[in-house]
């Protein structure tokens, strides 16, 4: 009888164990990746950022000027890579345990390389995950150009078209959509620093895109903005304190609501206090989502990011955001994924074995 009963309890937990603790021993599928800092990108934003910060026109600047501007990037960039392993190592953990998936291993190796192995639901939950991860998540709020609708005029009656897009037309006007190579193109590491310079006014601006709705074909459209390189004049995603996913109640628009910690309270009073009736553009990885017009100082620290959001993606931007953007630019060299029957094998009958004596 007590042979009998032990037999029932090994066998009620053997069944516990299979429908419940399937996670646990490894059951679940796993995604596999390798990420590297993007060095080349990295050197290429730092030495569009030193230009601004020498006040030297890339366009006028002498043979002596762009050897020591591009000396100093790398130097800058070895400094930073140097500092943002853990850094990174901890955004990309808090990236997706935002989005529901725990238990993360991440790992330093050299090269300067990440190893991540993401215990995943199935091939959808992998790739949203993969999605997450290759995620800039830079958020910027930056001071448009006071004569900006003058120059987009300018750019949209002329003929010039930047790198990687191509014209149609969105409402009646004309409009920019990436191109069939647009993809390929964007891996170039100065592709972001050319798309900046495209008809900027001076060195003291660069040109964004901003989304603007669908093409005929239902691609999206988008049109040149002139945003200020001032760090006057720019309030980083660093100074977000929370990010919030909400819906306003009148339109049941999709938003996400930011909230600054103090310093950024502080930045973002002065900002706005001193560009009243001034456009400053909300700058979501090189995208202006929003760029409302200011009406006053917003002292309170709070603003929202509007734009064609569904819930879905409010939540994972919100998500992203407080999680904190990279410090660095990094690119992924290496996925795989492994189904749970790949990983099925007699040790697995042993581990249930033992957790039974």
């Known amino acids: 009888m007590l042979k009998s009963l032990n037999a029932l309890v090994g066998l009620t937990l053997l069944v516990v164990i299979l429908v419940v603790g399937c996670d646990f021993l490894g059951m679940s599928d796993t995604l596999k990746l390798v990420v590297q800092i993007d060095e080349a990108k990295l050197v290429e934003d730092l030495k569009a950022q030193n230009y601004v910060k020498a006040r030297i026109d890339p366009a006028t600047a002498t043979a002596e000027e762009h050897a020591a501007i591009e000396a100093k ?33 991440i790992e330093k190796t050299q090269g300067g ?41 300018e750019v949209i009656d002329g003929t010039r078209t930047p790198d990687g897009f191509e014209r149609s037309t969105c409402d009646g006007r004309v409009c920019f959509v990436r191109s069939a190579d647009y993809s390929k193109l964007a891996e170039a590491p100065n592709f972001a620093v050319k ?15 901003e989304e603007i709705g669908n093409d005929p074909a239902g691609r999206m459209a988008y049109l040149p903005m002139f945003v200020s390189r001032s760090r006057d004049a720019t309030i ?7 990010a919030v996913p909400s819906k306003k109640p009148t339109t049941g628009q999709v938003v996400v609501d930011i909230e600054f910690d103090g310093a950024g309270t502080q930045a973002f009073a002065r900002l706005t206090g001193r560009y009243v009736g001034r456009q400053l553009a909300i700058v979501l990885d090189d995208i202006v989502r929003s760029a409302p017009v200011l009406l006053s100082e917003i002292s309170d620290g709070r603003c929202e990011i509007s734009g064609s959001f569904t819930w879905k993606e409010a939540t994972e931007l919100a998500g992203v955001l407080n999680a904190g953007a990279l410090k660095v630019p990094i690119r992924i060299i290496e996925t795989r994924y492994i189904s749970s029957s790949e990983e099925e094998s007699p040790t697995f009958l042993m581990r249930i074995k033992a957790l039974l004596r």
């Not at 390389?113 to 995943?120: G, T």
């Not at 980083?236 to 929370?242: L, M, N, P, R, T």
Request: charged share 25%.
């Open 73 to 105: 990037a790398k130097a800058d960039a070895q400094a930073t890579m140097t500092d943002a392993d853990d850094l990174m190592c901890e955004a990309l953990r808090k990236r997706l345990e935002n989005i529901g998936i725990k238990r993360s291993i």
């Open 113 to 153: 390389r990440i190893l991540i192995s993401a215990p995943v639901v199935d091939t959808m939950q992998a790739t949203h995950a993969e999605q997450t991860i290759a995620r800039a998540g830079i958020l910027a709020f930056r001071l448009v150009h006071k004569d900006n609708d003058v120059k987009v005029r």
């Open 195 to 209: 798309l900046g310079r495209f008809a900027a006014p001076s060195a003291f601006y660069e040109c964004v895109m």
């Open 236 to 242: 980083g995603g660093e100074s977000v304190a929370k």
